[in-house]
């Protein structure tokens, strides 16, 4: 069942529309940034497949998170406390 539940929560974040794709990578670059700023690095002096790896990794977790906000929700509905 979970197994099923977590197909249909990737199915949906994978047919995520335009604008919402666009927020979440504009969150990821702001969280990106903040990431480098507390390195205590400078921007200039990372390229851009560093950039691209750091932004890809803010991108992961935002998916992470709001997939587990959805089964937290689902699991919720479903009447199961799992704490």
Do not use: C, H, W
Not at 1 to 27: A, D, T
Not at 52 to 61: A, G, N, P, R, T
């Amino acid at each position: 069942m979970f197994k099923k539940l977590m197909s249909n929560v990737n199915e949906q974040l994978g047919s995520l529309s335009g604008p919402y794709r666009k927020k979440v990578r504009e969150k990821a670059i702001q969280n990106a940034k903040s990431r480098i700023v507390l390195s205590e690095k400078d921007i200039q002096d990372l390229s851009e497949d560093e950039l691209e790896i750091l932004v890809k990794e803010e991108e992961d977790k935002i998916y992470d998170n709001i997939k587990t906000k959805g089964l937290y929700a689902a699991l919720a509905l479903l009447g199961i406390n799992i704490i």
